[in-house]
């Protein structure tokens, strides 16, 4: 599971001194609380485990932020475009985050047929393909260092 490469990346980010904050959508996953579950199984600390309003003001202090397969749940146009199909539908506003590395198997829109902004925003880089090799590729640098 991809989970347990982030896990491990957690761990030796956090190895490194570095503060590691995991934020979740309310909508993420087949049903509520199921992502909380299968981070906790993968054993990441449920301390650093947020809900979307808990860490939504922080973003603009964050250097780097990983997205790992969201979409509409991360789109800024449901705040920046009052005529979008979401507008005002809450997200996780990781745009304001320093970097933004976002992982998916491809540009494809999300659930509302929508385009994503944040994805073609300057401080964002795409990392399309499986999300678990790429996991799997980042633990290992990172391990090596």
Excluded at 23 to 34: F, S, T, Y
Excluded at 63 to 72: F, K, M, Q, R, S
Excluded at 74 to 91: L, Q, S, Y
Aim: hydrophobic letters at 45%.
């Amino acid at each position: 599971h991809l989970l347990h490469p982030l896990a491990d990346i957690v761990q030796t980010l956090r190895g490194m001194g570095k503060t590691v904050k995991l934020a979740i959508h309310p909508v993420a996953g087949r049903m509520p609380g199921q992502l909380n579950v299968l981070l906790a199984e993968a054993g990441v600390p449920y301390d650093i485990v947020f809900e979307m309003e808990e860490v939504n003001e922080e973003w603009a202090d964050v250097d780097l932020c990983l997205v790992i397969g969201a979409n509409d749940t991360v789109n800024c146009a449901a705040e920046d475009d009052p005529t979008c199909e979401i507008a005002g539908m809450p997200v996780l506003r990781v745009w304001l985050a320093s970097k933004v590395l976002v992982f998916k198997r491809s540009l494809g829109v999300g659930y509302a047929g929508l385009d994503n902004p944040v994805f073609y925003k300057a401080n964002t880089e795409m990392l399309l393909g499986d999300a678990k090799d790429n996991l799997d590729g980042i633990r290992s640098a990172l391990q090596a260092a």
